[in-house]
């Protein structure tokens, strides 16, 4: 793999971080293939007969580009009740591995992620990992994310709502 290759899409998925840890979710939403798959199955507690403990038939959520605009204008509004004020979040991306797929302008890349979130002067924090999953498309010159799967850790998530985990 082309060292080079890395690193960019390393640091498109550092920048897609800094966007959304900063409310940025407009620009966010530019990073987004119009075609993209946007899901989080849920993990179970028990063990498949493949091994796994993914339910693909169920998610937390499954997401258009259309569905994900909705959410983002909506943070925009009084009607996110839930965000005022703000909560204040990090998403860390790490263990980053790009591999070719059988189109030259598009890479699988697996990572870990860690979010955290804190409300308020609440002491507590949530917090929600895992590793991801994404296909990453050169188009015109630019970065764009075509499908991701998240794969929480959990099986009960710690959070009080998903409403800002993009």
Known sequence: MNFELA?????????EAYLLDHRQYEEW??????DIVYRMPLRVTTEGKDGANINNDMAYFE????SLTTRVKRL???SAWVESPPTRQRH???NVFVEPTADANEFKVRSYFLYKRSRGSDINTEELFGERVDV????????KIVSRTIYPDQAVLGVMNLSMFL
Do not use: G, M
């Open 29 to 34: 939403l530019d990073l987004l293939s119009d």
């Open 63 to 66: 997401e258009s580009k259309a």
């Open 7 to 15: 690193y960019q899409i390393s640091n498109f998925l550092y920048q």
């Open 92 to 94: 860390f991306v790490s």
């Open 76 to 78: 925009y509004t009084s």
């Open 136 to 143: 990453i498309r050169r188009v015109e010159n630019e970065w």
